[in-house]
């Protein structure tokens, strides 16, 4: 099939890639110049583990190519995703100005039937405004699909070839037929495609990820629970987890949830709620909890350091929001540097990815270490903001040697208390005693 994916960002990307994967012809549309021409001389231009293989391959299979010009890309094809960003506007509403511009222009160049898809996250309602947008100058017969992605960063490309579920809403049998063949070599493990009418696919997102952040959420306060009632976290966790009802993923407390796509979702499920009037309880809630989770190490840190943090350093391990992934974007580690610098001390971070991504937001503010031992030197306690691989099991001689102090502040629960017990650790995780 010739395929379209108009917008090359994370999800552009990644769907045009696996698509051209799978034996179809991709052409990616971007009106950034530099980036379609270092996408067509084979440069990535996102950090996605297991992309840039199939990426080059592609590429080099003459499979997967790159335009910034619109007519040209959409030229003789069947489908065309939309993969545009829709920012949260200042009332955390979804900015359509993009769809709806790519929108526009496609209703000036259409001339025989496609299949337009929805792949951004927009609110329920958007499909019928492509429609209406592309309608206004092309009179001929297309179809406007809303196909969510459910992508997680860092694992996105497995999330892509291998599906839970596939969710297509539209009214449109030809366009129905159309995905059905599309999408048929990624759910050969028998995952289903679920069709559905647009507004229910459109909602599908964004319940989706609420539901997780819901999840999520739950869980942080089941944490502080736990601390006030001296129970252990991880205990209730795998207590209620291996209920099937509840199931065991999506249930680790921290400092809160970050990335792209949580916190915006539910802030504009809030609002699509509130612009049918009514009021979405339990998601005000996990907003509110959640901007109170992202700062929950801190009466930990300051009741250490007797509310004088003043010339302390800090060793901070993690920036990215979450393992594997640059993204910095809503990272609890950003909130903690802030908090810290706030509060007179000082901040050396290590992190595999992001800190790029972090010296180009704050600057000199905070100092970026070579490795995560490079981090501790001189430090008066090391804080773990995110939980990637290599700091789960580190050396803790090198820790223990190099740290002013024994002290250990983990926003993510990555070490086990008995061993910091008995390496001599104060250790202060997240819904389980500290060791003292
Ligand atoms: C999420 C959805 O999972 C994905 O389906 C959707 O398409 C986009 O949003 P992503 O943002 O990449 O994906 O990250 P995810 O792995 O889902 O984690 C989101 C956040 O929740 C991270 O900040 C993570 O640290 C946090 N989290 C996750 C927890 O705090 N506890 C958990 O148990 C799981």
């Keep these: 099939m010739?395929?379209?994916?108009?917008?090359?960002?994370?999800?552009?990307?990644v769907t045009g890639t696996c698509f051209a994967e799978t034996g179809n012809q991709v052409t990616c549309v971007d009106i950034d110049k530099s980036k379609v021409e270092k996408l067509s001389n084979g440069q990535i231009t996102i950090y996605e583990p297991g992309l840039e293989k199939i990426f080059l391959r592609n590429l080099k299979e003459d499979r997967l190519h790159f335009t910034t010009n619109l007519a040209e890309g959409v030229k003789d094809t069947t489908i065309?995703?939309?993969?545009?960003?829709?920012?949260?506007?200042?009332?955390?509403?979804?900015?359509l100005k993009y769809i709806l511009g790519v929108a526009d222009d496609l209703g000036k160049i259409l001339t025989d039937y496609k299949v337009i898809v929805d792949k951004s996250t927009v609110p329920v309602g958007t499909a019928d405004k492509v429609q209406a947008a592309i309608a206004k100058n092309f009179k001929g017969e297309f179809a406007v699909v809303s196909n969510p992605e459910f992508l997680r960063e860092g694992v996105a490309v497995d999330d892509f070839m291998k599906p839970d579920r596939v969710v297509v809403g539209?009214?449109?049998?030809r366009a129905k037929k159309i995905m059905t063949d599309l999408y048929a070599p990624f759910v050969r493990s028998g995952n289903p495609v679920i069709f559905m009418d647009e507004k229910s696919a459109e909602l599908t997102k964004y319940a989706a990820n609420s539901f997780l952040a819901v999840k999520i959420s739950f869980m942080n306060e089941i944490a502080r629970l736990c601390e006030r009632l001296g129970a252990d976290v991880d205990m209730v966790r795998k207590g209620i987890g291996s209920d099937e009802r509840i199931g065991k993923r999506f249930l680790f407390p921290g400092i809160g949830y970050g990335g792209s796509c949580f916190p915006k979702d539910v802030q504009a499920l809030v609002k699509s709620s509130s612009e049918v009037s009514y009021d979405f309880e339990i998601l005000n809630a996990v907003m509110k909890v959640n901007e109170e989770q992202k700062l929950f190490l801190m009466p930990k840190i300051n009741a250490y350091f007797n509310n004088d943090l003043k010339g302390k350093r800090f060793a901070l391990w993690g920036l990215a929001f979450k393992p594997n992934t640059d993204d910095i974007r809503e990272a609890p580690a950003l909130y903690m540097i802030d908090a810290l610098t706030e509060a007179g001390a000082t901040v050396h971070a290590y992190d595999p990815e992001a800190m790029p991504n972090v010296k180009q937001l704050v600057g000199d503010k905070i100092d970026f270490a070579e490795s995560q031992y490079d981090a501790l030197e001189n430090a008066d306690a090391l804080i773990i903001a995110t939980e990637w691989s290599e700091f789960r099991t580190p050396e803790f001689e090198k820790i223990t040697s190099m740290l002013k102090n024994k002290v250990v502040f983990d926003g993510r629960n990555v070490y086990d208390r008995t061993q910091m017990k008995e390496l001599g650790f104060f250790y202060e995780s997240v819904g389980r005693e500290a060791v003292k």
Aim: no cysteine.
């Design 2 to 13: 010739k395929i379209a994916v108009v917008g090359t960002g994370y999800v552009g990307l």
């Design 80 to 95: 065309i995703f939309l993969a545009l960003p829709t920012p949260p506007g200042e009332d955390g509403s979804a900015d």
């Design 170 to 173: 539209t009214s449109d049998d």
